[in-house]
């Protein structure tokens, strides 16, 4: 056929290196850029079967997030701005690892396994990160995707959850919002405006309840607006999409973006991922006392906050101190309502014990653990009415269900429903809209976070103070072979190699307040402890001793 004569073609300009095996891991497949080229044409190749498959638009990202500089990496998205499935995951990693010989043969089997029509038509939408070597790896998934006569949209620089938004949105016939960069501003900004005009009605509200002045009802609006928050972009495609989104919010949110790439290196002593591990600032940032600031990673799919206190103490505020602000306010806006929708928080072995405890005990909510991964916590998130699920190194967002999502509206609108309860379901209503459903997103999240604080008048480190992190460490432990170790229970114990869980549990035993896991990285070829104790000394000396017993 034509069609693969034009592969074989192409497939040559993109040859594999002999013998070089990859993996299509939680974060798709990444190594150093020199490796990928053939790994980047081959996807934009499965990318098209799969858009034929599915009789939908397939998005590609080329992007290694918080990865160095040097490297690189892409992800396959879905028709609703998911993940792909295990299933195709298994075929791109085989289509991927087929030398070059054997490539048409793999190619076939995979259209054969899964009875593609190949006379469907194929949409595929690519984006990529601000990287150097993303200019040409891009530009092999669009050959990948030519090469199957499958239409390409190029979105050129995006950050990973516009792509998916892009997807979604070309999917749902632009119910989900308008498939454009623009379309995604305006969507995400403009309920910031009646976010916080909303606010402004709650003040007012509040305010002529308590009988106050006017004065002091201008100056409750006045007080707040408009918000000022620093903002360090990794470096990276965050940072030039804030800028394009600056005049939108202009008189609601000012930004002042540092590390906008114009003189740093992308993630270097910077980013999310960094201020989150090294539990420190990125270099590169202004920081006065008390001032809210936040880190996004390479591809702004991940957010945390911090500040430093007047005795310059660095305070940070990770995915859980994100989920369970998001979780608060959701709850307290369903109580407002009156509906009774089940809402849970869905965290990984790496949830800080604080902030399980703060969340069962005190805001008595559903909590779920899953393994590391977004993919894992995504899909448990969708077993609930309103599901919010973080990671702790910032990479979370919520998911309504359709029927969550019938009720809010439907009360909107609702005749007999009473001022009050309606400006709740209208907050509740905006919310889901800011929020990118599809994926975690640094801005979408920041939007949100921003907009809570506001309305409920809160500061950064009131909202710290919800409940107080224990002390904690994270390490890794250079082995043989990671792939001995074994996990079960959301990756909280270890089931091989034999003796290790009983090592580590007479370890834990020895600190109060303690707990320690170890796990097989997806994305490094490493082992991760992590332990937190009562306190960061306890802490420190458990995450050795568990390293060694790794051993
Ligand atoms: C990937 C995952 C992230 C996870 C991290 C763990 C996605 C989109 N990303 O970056 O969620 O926290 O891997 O890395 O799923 P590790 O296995 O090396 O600890
Ligand atoms: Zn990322």
Redesign the pocket.
């Known amino acids: 056929m034509a069609q693969f004569q034009e592969v074989s073609k192409l497939s040559s300009q993109h040859p594999k290196p002999p013998g070089l095996v990859l993996q299509y ?3 798709g497949f990444r190594s150093n850029a020199k490796h990928l080229d053939h790994a980047m044409f081959r996807t934009g190749l499965l990318a098209t079967l799969r858009s034929k498959k599915t009789k939908a638009t397939i998005g590609v990202m080329v992007t290694a ?2 990865n160095p500089e040097e490297d690189n990496g892409v ?1 396959l998205i879905d028709p609703m701005g998911n ?1 792909v499935t295990a299933e195709w995951e298994g075929y791109a990693t085989q289509l991927v690892n087929a030398e070059q010989d054997d490539l048409l043969i793999v190619l076939k089997d995979i259209i054969e396994k899964e009875t593609v029509n190949m006379s469907q038509e194929a949409n595929v939408f690519v984006g990529k990160d601000t990287r150097s070597s993303s200019v040409s790896l891009s530009q092999a998934v669009l050959d990948g995707v030519l090469a199957l006569s499958g239409h390409s949209k190029d979105y050129g620089l995006v950050t990973t959850p516009q792509l998916h938004y892009m997807v979604c949105c070309q999917n749902t016939q632009g119910k989900y919002g308008e498939p454009t960069v623009e379309g995604y501003y305006r969507k995400l900004c403009q309920l910031l405006y009646s976010i916080v005009s909303l606010c402004v009605c709650v003040s007012l509200f509040v305010c002529f309840f308590f009988f106050f002045f006017f004065s002091s009802v201008q100056h409750a609006i006045h007080s707040f607006l408009p918000l000022h928050l620093s903002v360090d972009g990794a470096n990276g495609i965050g940072a030039l999409k804030l800028h394009e989104m600056e005049s939108h919010v202009k008189s609601e949110l000012q930004i002042s973006v540092f590390n906008d790439g114009s003189k740093g290196k992308l993630n270097y002593e910077c980013g999310a991922d960094f201020v989150k591990m090294q539990q420190k600032p990125p270099t590169g940032m202004e920081m006065s006392p008390g001032e809210r600031c936040c880190s996004y990673d390479g591809d702004a ?1 991940r957010i945390v906050y911090y500040y430093t206190d007047s005795e310059g103490q660095f305070h940070l505020l990770d995915g859980d101190k994100i989920a369970t602000l998001i979780s608060t306010f959701l709850k307290e806006l369903l109580t407002q309502v009156g509906l009774d929708l089940k809402i849970a928080v869905v965290q ?1 072995a790496y949830a800080n014990g604080s902030s399980t405890r703060y969340l069962e005990d005190t805001m008595k909510v559903i909590v779920r653990c899953t393994k ?4 894992h916590l995504h899909h448990a998130a969708q077993e609930f009415d309103i599901g919010v699920y973080f ?1 702790a ?1 910032g ?1 979370g967002t919520v998911l309504f269900s359709e029927v969550a999502e019938e009720k809010i509206q439907l009360l909107t609108q609702d005749p007999n429903t009473n001022d009050e309860r309606k400006r709740a379901a209208q907050l509740l209503q905006n919310t889901i809209n800011v929020i990118n459903q599809t ?1 975690g997103d640094a801005i979408s999240d920041m939007l949100l976070i921003e907009a809570i604080l506001a309305i409920k008048g809160m500061t950064v480190q009131q909202w710290d103070a919800i409940y107080t992190d224990l002390p904690n460490r994270q390490l890794k432990v250079k082995v043989a072979d990671r792939r001995v170790i074994d996990t079960t229970d959301a990756e909280r114990r270890a089931v091989s190699p034999a003796g290790l869980q009983e090592a580590i549990d007479s370890l834990v035993k020895k600190y109060k307040l303690a707990r320690s896991f170890v ?1 097989p ?4 070829d ?1 082992v ?1 402890v992590y332990a937190e104790a009562e306190t960061q000394e306890s802490a420190d000396a458990l995450a050795h001793e568990v390293s060694l017993a790794v051993y």
């Open positions: 891991g939680t974060a997030s918080h992800k993940m799919d990984t590391t991964g977004v993919k990671e190194n990479h994926v796990r990285s997806g994305t490094e490493v991760r």
